[in-house]
């Protein structure tokens, strides 16, 4: 499945995503293309719906969707995933 969001803009954002989609029942990969805004995950019997509900709760909705909130939130999904890097 493959989803083009909005917010990725360092490799902060790119842990943060990669990390809770890999604790989504079935993600077995996630592959992200920052440059394009591209969010790739593959496994088995994954809900997308749940993919798509869990990168708009870190602040990256899929494109089109991208308001003040959504923005600010990704900020804080960036900033915690260059703490644990």
Same mark, same amino acid.
């Not at 909005?6 to 592959?31: D, F, P, Q, R």
């Not at 969010?39 to 708009?56: A, C, P, R, T, Y």
């Not at 003040?68 to 260059?82: D, I, L, P």
């Given at each position: 499945m493959k +989803?083009?969001? /909005? &917010?990725i803009k360092c490799g902060g954002c790119m842990n943060s995503i990669k990390k809770a989609l890999l604790e989504l029942k079935? +993600?077995?990969n996630v592959e992200i293309d920052k440059d394009n805004q591209i969010v790739e995950v593959s496994g088995n019997e994954? @809900? /997308? /719906?749940?993919?798509i509900k869990s990168l708009k709760h870190m602040g990256y909705?899929?494109?089109? /969707? &991208? &308001?003040v909130f959504e923005k600010a939130k990704s900020f804080v999904s960036c900033a915690v995933g260059?703490?644990? @890097?």
């Amino acid at each position: 499945m493959k +989803i083009q969001v /909005e &917010n990725i803009k360092c490799g902060g954002c790119m842990n943060s995503i990669k990390k809770a989609l890999l604790e989504l029942k079935g +993600i077995t990969n996630v592959e992200i293309d920052k440059d394009n805004q591209i969010v790739e995950v593959s496994g088995n019997e994954f @809900s /997308e /719906e749940e993919v798509i509900k869990s990168l708009k709760h870190m602040g990256y909705p899929p494109a089109g /969707e &991208n &308001n003040v909130f959504e923005k600010a939130k990704s900020f804080v999904s960036c900033a915690v995933g260059k703490m644990q @890097s």
